[in-house]
């Protein structure tokens, strides 16, 4: 059956361990898919960090590849769509912020557990907010904290 160019759109998966991209026809044929590993650095048990720019680079290229094998032109593609894990990326002024001894290494993993002292205090406020559910050290705010009362400087930096 022929592709029209009407008819393509790109899906971009950014998961914890790497980026799928495929190319698609709007009635949901795959014509081609494209994975790239993310690195992930683990300087210490329970901390998981990953690099904004190694992410971006890893979209870039799947959506290259996967683009590249469905032998369509860029100009066919109708549209895009993103999804993506929810982790912590620091953002300074115009850049993201290091939260790692590796300056390379600007985002902490949904997965990371340094903030679980910190996702404790926040359960025991009792505060009506947090009443309904535990707040985990996977979430932002625990993370947050933490950033805070370890990486002052960098929090500090950040812009909010």
């Keep these: 059956q022929t592709v029209t160019p009407s008819e393509l759109f790109v899906g971009v998966d950014v998961g914890t361990g790497s980026v799928r991209s495929a190319v698609v026809t709007n009635d949901g044929r795959v014509l ?75 985002i902490v993993l949904w997965m990371d557990h340094r903030a679980v002292s910190e996702a404790g205090f926040i359960n025991q406020t009792g505060h009506e907010v947090v009443s309904a559910f535990a707040v985990s050290p996977e979430m932002e705010l625990p993370k947050l904290l933490w950033l805070k009362a370890n990486r002052p400087s960098i929090f500090n930096s950040a812009s909010h």
């Design 32 to 106: 081609s898919t494209a994975v790239r590993e993310i690195i992930t650095h683990q300087p210490q048990k329970n901390f998981y960090e990953q690099s904004s720019s190694n992410i971006w680079k890893c979209v870039c290229a799947s959506i290259k590849e996967s683009v590249s094998q469905a032998k369509v032109s860029e100009s066919h593609i109708k549209g895009i769509a993103f999804d993506a894990t929810c982790s912590l990326v620091i953002v300074g002024s115009s850049e993201p912020l290091s939260v790692a001894d590796d300056v390379s290494f600007d």
